[in-house]
């Protein structure tokens, strides 16, 4: 028998304890690379139980102006895929279990090459690869490839989404899914909390895997309604939007102490029903 994925034991100790995962994304290289390492540690101590790092890239399709600012700043320093791995490599020096979750586009994976890729992934600590412009239907090769090297291949479900393309993603997809809130990109439009929480027991009937929500969660009171009935709440615009408003000096800080307001409110919200 395989050992239990970091994303597998994470999520089992949350639901025996009655809790939700907290997922902060966040761009690696952003507001410096300085910042990286100490950000995935800071997130990981304030409450975070998955880290999603972003992986910048030129051309992103589903992210909104914030996240599009904070990737086009982290490849103005020059940040690139190589650097995103080392980083994760540096964080596992003292962090062994907290799960990482690289999130980004298909095209520096294949500059790299996949096989490659996966390789240095997985030696470097990275638990899941969550491809935005990896539809399940593309993902017959990446997929197993990316399994074949421990890491777990987690895919994006809209609301939009057909009962087969979901039926598709939980024949492919392992650790979580992530269900897309909004119509649109990552920050926009407003939350309706109760049409995503009516979608997420047939995503989870399908998948068999926990399902973590983003795209639009942005106070402690939207994650708290989220954190109900989901297994995972995934939050990252207004953090980097809380990153940009620190300034480089406070960033971590304030980074932290968001992520611990947001930790504490799904608490009380889950331990009040």
Same mark, same amino acid.
């Given at each position: ?40 540690? %800071? ?83 990275v638990d899941g690869v969550l491809v935005v412009d990896l539809p399940p239907e593309e993902a017959e ?64 009937e399908a998948t068999g895997l926990p399902v973590g929500v983003g795209f639009g969660i942005r106070d ?28 480089? %000096? ?24």
């Open positions: 028998m395989s050992p239990m994925s970091r994303i597998d034991a994470t999520f089992a100790r949350l639901r025996a304890a009655n809790r939700r995962a907290l997922i902060p994304y966040f761009t690696a290289g952003h507001p410096s690379r300085e910042h990286a390492v100490p950000m995935m540690h %800071a997130l990981a101590r304030a409450g975070a139980d998955v880290i999603e790092l972003g992986v910048p890239f030129s051309d992103p399709m589903a992210d909104g102006p914030v996240i599009q600012r904070s990737g086009e700043h982290a490849l103005s320093l020059g940040v690139g895929l190589g650097d995103v791995l080392d980083w994760v490599r540096e964080f596992r020096r003292d962090d062994a279990t907290t799960p990482v979750v690289l999130m980004g586009y298909l095209n520096p994976i294949e500059r790299m090459g996949a096989e490659a890729f996966a390789a240095r992934a997985a030696e470097a600590g090769t990446l997929g197993p490839l990316f399994k074949s090297h421990g890491l777990d291949p987690i895919f994006l479900i809209a609301p939009t989404s057909t009962p087969a393309r979901i039926a598709q993603v939980g024949r492919i997809a392992s650790g979580y899914v992530y269900y897309v809130s909004l119509k649109g990109v990552t920050g926009s439009g407003a939350l309706n909390v109760d049409a995503v929480l009516s979608a997420l027991p047939a995503i989870r402690g009171a939207t994650a708290r309604a989220i954190a109900e009935r989901a297994d995972a709440v995934v939050i990252g615009t207004r953090l980097i939007q809380e990153i940009e408003a620190a300034g480089p %000096a406070h960033a971590v800080e304030r980074a932290a102490a968001f992520i611990q307001g947001i930790r504490q409110a799904m608490d009380a919200g889950v331990s009040a029903t």
